[in-house]
């Protein structure tokens, strides 16, 4: 077993799959006073995750407290609903949006009307849904790291060649000392998105949540596998990119919740001007080309080219999902739209009241039932929704 194990790592492992022809694992070697990457300096985000999650329930229960209570930060009253055995045995085992069938089955056992019970079963998943407080708190936290990340990023790059020149980042490659400075980013960013994993159990749950743990995954696998195979130097420009912009949009959401509704908008229409640029001109012309194309210029082609350019290609497909949700907020910024929903990463899985009305009409009509009103027609209900950056 250990012996088939030890054949497969050898295998993986091996330099012509990593490294351009001619060179290998030999050459990122500490020798003569230079230090390179290793693979066993990972083992630290660990910890630094720790200390995350750690500084976060501090940050949060503190300053950001304050903080909301300074901005004005307001919490709607909610109905609580009266305890029924019956119905929050279903709700809690069974199924947070009963069918039709299994109204009619409740409202005989609990005793209710099954209008009562769909009141009943809509105030109970309102119950559940985080608080202003909270989702103020989480941006709160994302917003403290997110600046002092791009900030540090700019410390760390501002008087390196790479950064005015990127085909600089392969000038030596894959023989790169590796600074001070760039470990201490890496780890601390390697750490940060570790910590996100370990909180998104009890995070606020988004409606692109899979979008969200796609995008931290591939994001941890790119940054530890260019740590691994030296392109460190792509690796930190690819980081501030993603530092640049995200901020901006926590910033956003912290007005909204304290309802500086106009503040908001402004930090939005900032965010979205900052997310186009970087993620989807500076990262894929710039940098992505760098990596993409450059290097075939100086080496063949080798799977860990691919490897690479692939787990860009990932982040990029999800940026450019993203900012097609950015473009349609960008439209309810016309007059007349001055409240905004933040459709990439701030809204609820939770159903808002009138999506689970919605809900139960369509339930309804697939089991062949209508809605009518008093002269026996079907009762159309014509509201207009409003956005909100909840």
């Known amino acids: 077993m250990f012996t088939w194990l030890s054949e497969l790592n050898a295998w993986v492992w091996q330099d012509r799959l990593w490294f351009p022809a001619g060179l290998g694992w030999a050459d990122l070697k500490d020798r003569d006073g230079l230090i390179f990457a290793k693979g066993s300096d990972l083992w630290v985000i660990f910890p630094i995750a720790v200390c995350f999650l750690i500084l976060r329930q501090i940050l949060e229960r503190t300053v950001a407290v304050q903080l909301a209570a300074f901005l004005g930060v307001r919490e709607k009253p909610r109905v609580r609903v009266a305890h029924n055995t019956t119905l929050e045995s279903y709700f809690c085992t069974c199924s947070k949006f009963p069918k039709q069938s299994s109204l009619e089955d409740l409202s005989k056992k609990s005793g209710c009307s ?90 606020v749950k988004r409606k692109d949540f899979k979008e969200q743990i796609v995008h931290h995954v591939a994001t941890i696998l790119l940054i530890s596998f260019s740590w691994l195979v030296n392109y460190i130097r792509a690796g930190t420009l690819i980081m501030l990119v ?95 739209n001055d409240i905004v929903e933040d459709e990439r990463s701030d809204r609820e899985e939770t159903e808002s009241d009138e999506e689970v009305e919605e809900h139960e009409r369509r339930e309804k009509t697939k089991n062949g039932f209508a809605l009518q009103n008093g002269n026996g027609h079907l009762a159309l209900n014509n509201n207009h929704h409003h956005h909100k950056m909840e």
């Open 114 to 203: 099954v209008r009562q019970v769909q009141r009943w079963f809509r105030q109970r998943r309102n119950q559940e849904r985080p608080s202003q407080l909270k989702k103020f708190q989480e941006a709160s936290w994302r917003f403290t790291f997110y600046l002092l990340a791009f900030i540090a990023g700019l410390g760390v790059l501002i008087d390196k060649p790479w950064f005015y020149d990127m085909k600089e980042m392969w000038n030596g490659f894959p023989t790169l000392t590796l600074l001070p400075s760039q470990y201490w980013y890496y780890m601390i960013e390697l750490g940060f998105y570790i910590s996100l994993l370990f909180s998104v159990a009890t995070d």
């Open 242 to 336: 993603h530092d640049a912009s995200d901020y901006l949009l926590e910033s956003a959401k912290m007005f909204n919740y304290a309802g500086w509704r106009k503040t908001c908008n402004y930090m939005f229409i900032l965010f979205a001007a900052v997310f186009i640029l970087t993620r989807l001109v500076i990262l894929p012309f710039w940098i992505i080309h760098t990596t993409w194309v450059y290097p075939l210029t100086i080496y063949p082609p080798f799977f860990g080219f691919y490897f690479f350019n692939g787990l860009l290609l990932v982040l990029q497909c999800l940026h450019i999902f993203w900012a097609g949700l950015i473009v349609r907020m960008a439209i309810k910024f016309l007059p007349g």
